[in-house]
C-alpha cells in the first residue's frame, strides 16, 4: 500500500514539473492572448490610425497615441544616450581594469546599489533635486520652466539604467579571450587602444544587446517617469517639454478610464508596449546566448 | 576617463542616499509606524496601514511564487538539453522584461475586472508573476552545481525521484535558492505599477487580502505628486523605510551567496 502510494506521488511530482514548465512558456503567449481579446473592441473602433493621429482626446472618443509614441522614444533614447557612456566605463572598470579584488567589489555593490533603489524613490527624489535645478536652466534659455519634462525624466532614468546595463556589459566584457588582448599588448599597444580597437569591436554584439535590454527596461519603466514628464498628451516641442509616456498613461488614466472603448484603448497601449519590449528581449537575449558560447 | 566616469557613477549613489537619508532621518517617528494617515489638511499620522498592507502583498506574493519558481527551475536543472527547456529557459527571461505594468493590466483584466472589485491578493499574483524569474534562475543555476554523484546514490538506495528531489537536491542547493527567493521580494517590494489597478490602494487597516490595501510604494507616489508638504514628510519617510529594507536583503542575498554557496 504504502510502495504503491510512493510510485503515484512520484507520477504526480513528474507531472507537476513538466506542467508548471509548460505553463511557465506559454504564460507570455497567454498574457498576448488576454490583452488582445480586451483590446479588441478598441483596435476595432480605432483601426490603425491610432499609431499616427496626434489627438488624445478621451471625452470624444477620439484617440490617437503618436504624443506617446514619441514622448516614450525620445524619453528612452535619451536616457540611453545619457548613461551609455558612463554603463561602458564602469562596465570596463569592473570587467577589465580590475575584475578581482576589495575595493573593485566594494565599488559594485555600491553601483548595485542603484537597482534597490525603488522607480517611485527616484521619481520623488527626481521631483525634489532636480526638477529646480532643470527650472532653472529652462529660465536661463526663456523656455517655460515647469522642471518637469522629458529631459528630468531621461536623467533620472539614465541613473535607473546604469546598474542594469553595467552589469550585462560587464558580463559579456569580461568574456573577451585574453589571448586576444595579450596579442594587442604584445603589438605595443595601449590599455586604451586595447580597449578601443580589441575589446569593444570584438564584443560589439554583446554590448549592443546590453544596450537594447536596456532600452527594454527603459520603454517600461513607469513610476519615475510618471512622476517626473510632466503628463501632457501633446505632441513635445523640444526635449524640455512635457510629454507623456506609453507605461505613464495606462497608470495615471487606466483607474479613471469611464467607457469600454477608453479602457480597451488604454489596454490597446499596453499590448503595444507589451509586443515591443518582448521582441526587444528576445532578440538581446539570444544574441547575449549566442556571445556566451 | 574611465576612472572619472565610474567615479561620477560613484557619486550619483552617494548624493541620492545622502538626500534621502537627510529628508529621511527627520521624518521618522513613532507616529509614522503607529498611525494610519490622517484626513487633508491636518498634520501627523503616519503609515502602519500600508506596512501592513505591503507585508500582506508581499508575503502573499512569496507565498505563491515560491512553490512554482522552485518547481520550474527543478525541471530546467533536470532536463537540461532538451529542447523545451531552452524555450522555457528563454521564455522566463523574456518575462523578467515584460514591464510591470503591462502584467498589472493582465492581472486586472484575469482578476479584478470578472471579481468586480480591488484586492490584496489580484496585486499579490501580478507580483508573484514578476518574482518567478529570480526564484526559477537561481533554483536551476544552484541545482546543476550539485554532483549526480549524490543523486544517483540516493536513487541506488531505492529512493524515488520525488524523494531524491526533497531530501537530497534542495536541501543541498537550499542556500542559493532562498537567496533567488529573497531576490524576488527585493524585486518587488518596491513596485507600484502592478498594484496601482490591483492592490488599489485604502486608507483603512485592512488585514484582509479580499480588500484593497495601501503599500508603502503606492504611499510615496501618491503623497508624492500631492501638494502637501506634510504629505512629503512622510513620503520620505516611508522612502527610506523601503530603501533600507531592500538593502537589507540584498545584504543578506551577499552574505548567503558567500556563505552558503554549493561546495562539493
Not at chain 1, 534659455?141 to 522629458?150: S, Y
Not at chain 1, 509586443?275 to 547575449?288: A, D, K, P, Q, S
Not at chain 2, 480591488?118 to 518567478?132: D, E, K, N, P, T
Amino acid at each position: 500500500m504504502k510502495s504503491r502510494w510512493r510510485v503515484l506521488e512520484n507520477k504526480i511530482f513528474v507531472k507537476w514539473l513538466s506542467i508548471i514548465a509548460i505553463v511557465t512558456m506559454i504564460l507570455l503567449l497567454i498574457f498576448f492572448i488576454t490583452l488582445l481579446v480586451s483590446s479588441w473592441p478598441a483596435i476595432k473602433a480605432n483601426g490603425f490610425g491610432i499609431l499616427w493621429r496626434k489627438t488624445w482626446d478621451p471625452v470624444h472618443n477620439n484617440y490617437g497615441m503618436l504624443p506617446f509614441l514619441v514622448g516614450t522614444l525620445i524619453t528612452s533614447f535619451l536616457a540611453l544616450l545619457i548613461s551609455a557612456p558612463f554603463s561602458i566605463a564602469a562596465a570596463l572598470f569592473l570587467g577589465e581594469y580590475y575584475p578581482k579584488g576589495a575595493i573593485p567589489n566594494i565599488f559594485r555593490n555600491v553601483i548595485e546599489l542603484l537597482a534597490a533603489i525603488p522607480s517611485v524613490v527616484y521619481g520623488f527624489w527626481g521631483l525634489y533635486t532636480l526638477a529646480p535645478l532643470v527650472s532653472k536652466l529652462e529660465l536661463k534659455m526663456n523656455l517655460p520652466a515647469p522642471g518637469v519634462g522629458i529631459f528630468t525624466a531621461s536623467i533620472v532614468l539614465s541613473i535607473m539604467l546604469i546598474p542594469y546595463s553595467v552589469s550585462l556589459i560587464r558580463q559579456v566584457i569580461s568574456m573577451t579571450p585574453v589571448s586576444l588582448k595579450e596579442a594587442a599588448y604584445a603589438l605595443g599597444s595601449t590599455r586604451a587602444e586595447v580597449i578601443t580597437k580589441v575589446i569593444i569591436p570584438s564584443n560589439i554584439s554583446g554590448i549592443s544587446a546590453g544596450f537594447l535590454l536596456s532600452l527594454g527596461r527603459a520603454l517600461g519603466e513607469t513610476m519615475a517617469i510618471t512622476i517626473l514628464i510632466g503628463n501632457s498628451p501633446e505632441m513635445p516641442h523640444n526635449i524640455f517639454s512635457p510629454s507623456y509616456t506609453m507605461a505613464s498613461v495606462i497608470a495615471n488614466e487606466f483607474t479613471e478610464a469611464v467607457g469600454d472603448v477608453y479602457l480597451s484603448t488604454l489596454i490597446e497601449v499596453g499590448l503595444l508596449l507589451f509586443v515591443v519590449t518582448t521582441i526587444i528581449n528576445l532578440i538581446g537575449r539570444i544574441i547575449i546566448k549566442k556571445v556566451s558560447y | 576617463m574611465v576612472w572619472v566616469l565610474t567615479f561620477s557613477c560613484l557619486a550619483v549613489v552617494f548624493i541620492i542616499l545622502f538626500y534621502l537619508f537627510k529628508m529621511g532621518l527627520g521624518s521618522l517617528n513613532w507616529a509614522l509606524f503607529s498611525q494610519g494617515p490622517k484626513p487633508v489638511g491636518e498634520t501627523g499620522g503616519g503609515i502602519l496601514n500600508a506596512i501592513v498592507g505591503s507585508l500582506i502583498v508581499v508575503v502573499l506574493a512569496t507565498i505563491i511564487a515560491i512553490p512554482i519558481g522552485i518547481s520550474a527551475g527543478i525541471y530546467l536543472a533536470e532536463n537540461r538539453g532538451r529542447k523545451l527547456s531552452d524555450w522555457v529557459a528563454l521564455a522566463v527571461d523574456v518575462l523578467q522584461g515584460i514591464p510591470s505594468i503591462v502584467i498589472g493590466v493582465v492581472i486586472y483584466i484575469w482578476i479584478v475586472k470578472p471579481t468586480g472589485k480591488f484586492s490584496a491578493y489580484s496585486g499579490s499574483i501580478a507580483l508573484a508573476i514578476m518574482m518567478l524569474p529570480p526564484i526559477i534562475k537561481n533554483t536551476e543555476e544552484t541545482l546543476i552545481l550539485i554532483p549526480t554523484t549524490l543523486k544517483e546514490a540516493s536513487l541506488a538506495l531505492g529512493a524515488s525521484y520525488f524523494r531524491t528531489t526533497m531530501k537530497i537536491l534542495l536541501p543541498a542547493g537550499i542556500g542559493g535558492i532562498f537567496s533567488g527567493c529573497i531576490i524576488g521580494v527585493a524585486r518587488i517590494a518596491g513596485e507600484v505599477a502592478p498594484l496601482l489597478f490591483t492592490a488599489f490602494g485604502n486608507p483603512e487597516l485592512i488585514f484582509d487580502p479580499r480588500k484593497p490595501v495601501d503599500t508603502i510604494p503606492k504611499v510615496i507616489f501618491t503623497y508624492a505628486s500631492s501638494p502637501y508638504d506634510d504629505w512629503h514628510r512622510i513620503a520620505w519617510g516611508g522612502s527610506l523605510i523601503l530603501v533600507l529594507f531592500i538593502i537589507l536583503l540584498n545584504t543578506i542575498i551577499k552574505i548567503f551567496e558567500s556563505r552558503w554557496k554549493v561546495q562539493f
